[in-house]
């Protein structure tokens, strides 16, 4: 072969290695790694990038499944739904000559614990976490931590340890203990946090920015989850948008993972500066389906930005997940008022009925307070609260009622007594608490 001959051919070589992309490297979504739990029941997705047209095959216990990767350089293969499995197993994803290896996974119950900075605050930061810290090696618990608009690739799943649980979210730590405990299944528990975010952060709709949305939450779709806990709008405290700004964003989240309705589980403010927003978290615990919503406004520190009673937050927002999302038979709500007509007016009194009365109404003490209640002229005045089976008869100098409000002028003191074992049975919840509302009549 002459020269020009050679020149020609590697003229021709060159030529086509420029007119084909490079083979991409197989990869599979960061937020899947070794130590990871795995959402039982469901089917579960697999997914990740690599060669168009080539095939990827994921292996995982009894299951062997293959895609073909779309001309978008995404692939996905879904696992059938599985039983809990605490055994540390294997999954294997392969693709031509490359392949990713993932041990000791296993399958069980997956939370999302998202918000701002006080489902942030670490364990270490909480009233009495120094024994639960100290033991959380044995509870078959996972973690994953994503804080500060910091996603997925930045972190990886961990077998909770004293080493790391401190670090992780004190609120979502002690509902997955509760449920761990109480299901007897790996609980996996994905942090996805940002100190002082508004909720225009955290979706599009709105004219939302859904940065942190976008980073730490649609980074990680389509990975199962079973739920979300979500404590957020200390920077929307007087946002009289709130309630639209949080059905949407749970309506876009819901939509864009394709799990509907997704459960959230909605903790509400504690403090009294933040009315507007707790009025509208409880509004959205009424009417969007597949809600609950966790009072805290009876706990110590309520007042403060940052209270460190953490744990019993923690421990309604597993009651909630158990009641409502698992079906267990407790109460696991504290009395909420029954809307008109459900709620009645008669002369000076309006009657306010409830539901989750749990085994009856009682007080922290004295009389059920503080009521407000308004006529057409919108001027509110104290009422007098008595209880009655499952209802409180609230009398006042007005005639025939409009609104009624109940804790709005301050902390209120209504619970209903209930029974419910935690932990595993070694303690019992015994009350919980309502939460601030209004009533309007026509």
């Not at 994921?58 to 499995?85: C, D, E, P, Y």
Request: aromatic share 8%.
């Amino acid at each position: 072969m002459n020269i020009k001959s050679i020149t020609l051919l590697l003229g021709s070589l060159l030529a086509a290695l420029l007119s084909h992309p490079a083979m991409a490297a197989l990869t599979v979504s960061p937020i899947f790694s070794s130590n990871m739990v795995l959402q039982r029941g469901v089917t579960v997705p697999v997914f990740g990038t690599g060669d168009v047209g080539t095939t990827v095959t994921v292996q995982f216990l009894t299951q062997t499944v293959s895609a073909t990767i779309a001309a978008t350089g995404k692939w996905q293969v879904n696992l059938a739904a599985m039983a809990a499995s605490t055994a540390p197993s294997s999954m294997f994803v392969s693709s031509g000559s490359s392949s990713v290896t993932f041990t000791g996974v296993q399958v069980g119950e997956v939370w999302l614990c998202s918000g701002q900075s006080n489902m942030g605050k670490p364990l270490s930061y909480a009233d009495g976490s120094a024994p639960y810290i100290a033991d959380a090696a044995n509870h078959n618990i996972r973690l994953f931590k994503m804080i500060a608009g910091n996603g997925p690739a930045t972190t990886t799943w961990q077998i909770s340890t004293s080493t790391n649980a401190d670090d992780f979210s004190a609120v979502g730590y002690w509902m997955g203990l509760d449920l761990s405990e109480k299901l007897n299944v790996p609980i996996g528990l994905i942090q996805a946090t940002h100190d002082g975010t508004s909720i225009d952060h955290w979706e599009h709709t709105d004219g939302g920015t859904g940065d942190d949305y976008d980073a730490m939450v649609r980074a990680i779709m389509p990975f199962a989850i079973k739920g979300v806990a979500w404590y957020q709008g200390e920077s929307n405290g007087g946002d009289s948008n709130y309630q639209t700004e949080l059905t949407d964003m749970l309506n876009e989240w819901r939509t864009d993972w394709a799990i509907s309705p997704l459960p959230f589980g909605i903790i509400q403010l504690p403090a009294q500066k933040w009315t507007t927003a707790r009025i509208a978290q409880f509004r959205v615990s009424q009417i969007v389906s597949n809600t609950f919503l966790v009072v805290t406004a009876d706990l110590p520190g309520s007042s403060q930005l940052h209270p460190t009673a953490k744990y019993d937050v923690g421990i309604r927002c597993s009651l909630g997940a158990r009641g409502s999302v698992y079906g267990e038979a407790i109460e696991y709500s504290g009395p909420v008022p029954a809307p008109y007509p459900g709620s009645t007016v008669s002369g000076t009194t309006v009657t306010i009925n409830y539901t989750h009365t749990g085994n009856g109404l009682t007080t922290a003490s004295g009389a059920p307070a503080p009521f407000q209640v308004a006529g057409s002229t919108g001027r509110y005045t104290s009422g007098t609260g008595s209880i009655v089976g499952n209802s409180i008869p609230v009398t006042s100098s007005v005639s025939g009622a409009k609104h009624v409000q109940y804790a709005f002028s301050a902390a209120g003191n209504v619970f209903n007594i209930v029974s419910v074992p935690i932990e595993g049975g070694t303690k019992t919840y015994t009350r919980l608490p309502g939460s601030l509302f209004q009533l309007d009549f026509p």
